[in-house]
Structures are given as C-alpha cells and as structure tokens.
C-alpha cells in the first residue's frame, strides 16, 4: 500500500482545511492520521474503521476535526475545522490491518503533508 497524503497550507487561527490520502493498493485497511508537530513527537489525531462504521479522535482534536473515508475512491479525509496554532505539525496518514490509536499498530505511512496554522 503506497499512501499520498495533500491538501496541507498556511492558514489562519479558525480557518478550516481538509487533508486528503490517496491510497494505492487495497483499501481493506484501518486508516490513521498523526502529526508532528515542531520540537514534539509524532502524536495520534484520528482513526477510522475499514467500513467507516468507527472512528475515534486525539482529546486535543475532538469536536473539531472530523475522519472520513471514500473506499471507492480510495481516499481518507480529515476535515479540519476551528485550526489553532497549536495544530500547526505535520501531517501523516497511516494503513494498518487493526484498529487502534497506537503508533505501531499502522504499517504503511505516507510522505506528510505540513500544515502552519499563524495567530
């Protein structure tokens, strides 16, 4: 599985932005987004069940964002609404084969895509 993560940009606090990952291969995978921000670890954002039927979010993120997925297109989105400077990181989507919030249980990760939210 190859995964090709976009749509990251420079925005403002409160602005909304949607992340895109285009999978290759096949889609029978838990999907993830993490992020990394400056001077910090990678951290876990979202999570999505093959059938989109479960989902679960970072605290920091709740409410705010919002993980979907079109397996016909082979796409996960992250819908980012209400962006505060502390949001600003880069963004990685992740396939995995069980569902969970833990770094290790994704396989496959794409290249990041960086998001930089100003005040």
């Known amino acids: 599985v190859q995964l090709q993560a976009s749509g990251g940009g420079l925005v403002q606090a409160g602005d909304s932005l949607e992340l895109s990952c285009a999978a290759s291969g096949s889609t029978y995978y838990i999907m993830g987004w993490f992020r990394q921000g400056p001077g910090k670890e990678r951290e876990f954002v979202a999570t999505?069940?093959?059938?989109?039927?479960?989902?679960d979010y970072a605290n920091s993120v709740k409410g705010r964002f919002t993980i979907s997925r079109d397996n016909a297109k082979n796409t996960v989105y992250l819908q980012m609404n209400s962006l505060k400077p502390e949001d600003t990181a880069v963004y990685y989507c992740?396939?995995?084969?069980?569902?969970?919030?833990?770094?290790?249980?994704?396989?496959?990760w794409g290249q990041g895509t960086l998001v930089t939210v100003s005040s």
């Open positions: 992740a396939a995995g084969r069980v569902y969970g919030t833990e770094f290790n249980r994704y396989q496959y």
């Open positions: 999505i069940s093959w059938g989109g039927g479960m989902s």
